[in-house]
């Protein structure tokens, strides 16, 4: 397999694994009666397997192997409920690192119809830092009155976010 390639293959190993890191903090903030953030970080979490089953479908279309990689076990024990956010704007921004890497790759490669397909990712991420970033600005400043961010959540849900009217397909259509 090309090195374009298989590193994008390792990058479904961490779309997955943020995926799984979004659902414990989904869980972890169930478990303390916030359904609103417990909701935020549980659509999070689909739409991090969603980018993965994007790179699936991308290499299946190319022709290239696929693995389906095993996932790093995720954080689930969080010191107060700021700290989940901060993990996740840390995790964020991290994915952007190794989705820029991923686009300096396919250059060095002249894998243009490659670079393309990561257009829509960096675009993606620039999108879920600056929204990280300011949950976690609301989580901070809520952290003593938590109803007010629970509510804050609650307005700002159901805004369709409108890059996925540009989405790559996911492999068996994205959820
Ligand atoms: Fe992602
Ligand atoms: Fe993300």
Same mark, same amino acid.
């Given at each position: 397999? *090309?090195?374009?390639?298989?590193?994008l293959?390792? $990058?479904i190993?961490? =779309?997955?694994? @943020?995926?799984?890191q979004?659902? !414990?903090?989904?869980?972890?903030?169930?478990?303390?009666?916030? &359904? $609103?953030? !417990?909701?935020?970080?549980?659509?999070?979490?689909?739409? =991090? +397997?969603?980018?993965?089953?994007?790179?699936?479908?991308?290499?299946?279309?190319?022709?290239?192997?696929?693995?389906? *990689?095993?996932?790093? *076990? &995720?954080?689930?024990?969080? %010191?107060?409920?700021?700290?989940?956010?901060?993990?996740?704007?840390?995790?964020?921004? +991290?994915?952007?690192?190794?989705?820029?890497?991923?686009?300096?790759?396919? +250059?060095?490669?002249?894998?243009?119809?490659?670079? $393309?397909?990561?257009?829509?990712?960096?675009?993606?991420?620039?999108?879920?830092? @600056?929204?990280m970033?300011?949950?976690?600005?609301?989580? =901070?400043?809520?952290? /003593?009155?938590?109803?007010?961010?629970?509510?804050?959540?609650? +307005?700002? !849900?159901?805004? !369709? /976010? &409108?890059?996925?009217?540009?989405? &790559? *397909?996911? @492999?068996?259509? %994205?959820?």
């Open positions: 397999m *090309p090195t374009f390639a298989s590193a293959d390792d $990058q190993r961490n =779309e997955f694994s @943020a995926s799984q979004y659902i !414990a903090v989904a869980v972890y903030y169930d478990s303390q009666s916030l &359904p $609103q953030l !417990a909701a935020h970080f549980y659509r999070q979490a689909v739409e =991090e +397997r969603n980018h993965a089953m994007m790179m699936v479908q991308y290499l299946l279309d190319a022709d290239h192997g696929v693995g389906t *990689p095993g996932i790093d *076990p &995720p954080k689930t024990d969080f %010191a107060d409920v700021v700290a989940p956010v901060a993990l996740a704007l840390e995790q964020e921004k +991290r994915v952007t690192e190794q989705i820029v890497e991923l686009v300096k790759l396919s +250059r060095e490669e002249g894998e243009l119809v490659g670079e $393309q397909f990561l257009h829509w990712f960096l675009q993606e991420q620039r999108e879920e830092v @600056a929204s970033t300011e949950l976690l600005t609301v989580v =901070e400043r809520g952290k /003593n009155d938590l109803l007010s961010v629970e509510e804050h959540l609650s +307005r700002a !849900a159901g805004g !369709a /976010n &409108p890059l996925e009217a540009g989405a &790559p *397909p996911a @492999a068996g259509g %994205a959820l």
